[in-house]
């Protein structure tokens, strides 16, 4: 089943989200409104809004006060992408050539504060204050994160501590207080939104573990991307973590560094499909996927739950 | 009479502010420490948090919620200033290197982001949803004139509306908002706060153009970085602007670009002085400042308005 025909019985909705994307970014500057929509143009899956919305559901779903919430995340998602282009140097997101790289740093740099901006401003169209609270500390943590990110770049000496708290910054809690919000935005009470949150946290962690390993088995033209990516970039992920346990891999991948080039990367590539680290590090996912699914077979039955029971499990374990 | 002078009655208040900065900013990260706190420490007049309680004195003033507001302004205007030394290549910033000279752009984006996303969390103390509002518009419209400066450097064809509106931007909005948000925190009337932020508008267009005076007429040791810094990097200003006028004087000046030299902006900064467009700026300023003054006329006699008028006529008319 195709993602989309999970959460068909929103497709007025999710269309609404698309229209009323395009619309938030339009500033006089012709620049700006280039360097802006062109991240929005090159698309993504849109799942924080989905998750939005579904969560939203579980209460009193008005799409006009949704709304709101649903566009809002998914700009913080873009705004973050920007930004983590830049420390990235990354040329291509999803085969598009990314803003720092069409334009350069510095207007990647003010493409992100000012869709960052834009998703401020339609939050406060949310008068509740525990909403900007939650999203509040949540931007702190990302940020945290995003420092953190730039120094365990190369650093083989991390441990899945590291690793784990990095993809709970990066990815798992933007994803739960999407959840949250929705929820939160339709009046739900305070012991589901908290279980929104939980389960939107767990299918986080296990859509970037996913994402990971997709990184080292999907192809270029899957990824939009090159394989090994990440790991040339210096971002040390599970496949890589699994495959240093054994000394022989640990040593040829701990030799990959800012100059590595990427013809270099296949035979590294193989070393760590051949180790187990994939098989171990799909394991990895399916146990958040497991603990997602828990915490939502605890929420009431209704059709919601059971599109955010097929997400959770589809992005869990895609193959790209 | 000094500036701190004029506000000497808010000392232990403005001092519960200072710690609060020096608080707020403890991210166990110790990178993300030393540069957000290189950044705090290397000081500043604290211009917006005294705007802030002055203006909360025309209402009911509690500091132990003003200071959220007051801390949450100054770190947004830090916040600012890290991603401004990226734009402007700029290594010196009173008389301190800057984060992104000390570290690097990468490092210091991210600082930037993270210093405002305390300052949000902060904001999310204060339940008023109008302010919440007027802040995020606020933030808005600067990320958008963030880009413009981009755009206008080295842009001799530019004219005095450019200009103004990049300087309302860049610096008039964010003190009109510090203003308008003290007042909103202490419950002030409407019809108040809306003087406010005016008034805290025309003083800082008088104060950004006095910046942008003391940039040629202002000692290296003065300001903390070398005279004519600003035309250096391309940022086109009041004095160049009425210094442009004479068609001689205007030749010169566009020749400059990205490879000047510093040595070589001497003889500009000559040619500006003796032009008439120190004159003509401090006149431009004034007559902002005259417009501030008139509209704090119009607010009820207190302690507090007292201090902006002299605040005012200081910041409009400083010496550096």
Redesign the interface.
């Known amino acids: 089943m195709k993602l989309k025909m999970m959460y068909s019985f929103l497709n007025s909705d999710i269309n609404l989200i698309e229209k009323k994307l395009e619309e938030t970014i339009q500033?006089?500057?012709l620049?700006?409104r280039q360097?802006s929509r062109h991240t929005l143009q090159a698309g993504g899956k849109r799942i924080r809004p989905v998750f939005v919305l579904l969560a939203g559901k579980f209460g009193q779903y008005d799409i006009h006060r949704m709304k709101n919430v649903a566009v809002a995340l998914e700009l913080i998602h873009m705004a973050s992408l920007v930004?983590d282009d830049?420390?990235d140097d990354a040329d291509i997101r999803r085969g598009q050539p990314t803003v720092k790289s069409k334009w350069d740093?510095?207007?990647a740099?003010?493409?992100g504060?000012?869709v960052?901006?834009?998703a401020?401003?339609l939050?406060?169209n949310i008068?509740n204050?525990l909403a900007?609270?939650i999203?509040?500390?949540t931007?702190?943590e990302?940020?945290?994160g995003?420092?953190?990110q730039?120094?365990d770049k190369y650093r083989f000496s991390q441990n899945f501590r590291d690793y784990l708290r990095r993809i709970r910054r990066k990815t798992a809690l933007l994803i739960a207080v999407s959840c949250q919000l929705g929820a939160i935005a339709a009046h739900v009470d305070e012991s589901i939104h908290k279980k929104l949150f939980l389960f939107g946290y767990y299918v986080g962690m296990s859509f970037q573990i996913t994402d990971d390993i997709l990184d080292f088995t999907a192809t270029e033209k899957e990824l939009g991307k090159p394989a090994g990516s990440d790991l040339l970039q210096g971002n040390i992920t599970a496949p890589v973590l699994y495959a240093m346990e054994n000394c022989e891999v640990r040593k040829k991948i701990e030799k990959v560094n800012e100059n590595t080039m990427p013809s270099e990367m296949e035979d590294i590539i193989q070393l760590i499909k051949q180790s187990g680290a994939i098989e171990k590090s799909i394991s990895l996912s399916d146990q958040y996927l497991k603990k997602a699914l828990t915490i939502l077979a605890e929420l009431p039955e209704n059709r919601a739950k059971k599109a955010l029971r097929d997400i959770a499990k589809y992005i869990g374990r895609r193959k790209f």
């Open positions: 500033p006089e500057s620049l700006l360097a930004h830049v420390i740093n510095k207007i740099m003010y493409t504060d000012y960052f901006a834009l401020l401003e939050m406060t008068e204050p900007h609270k999203l509040a500390n931007i702190v990302v940020t945290v995003e420092i953190q730039i120094k």
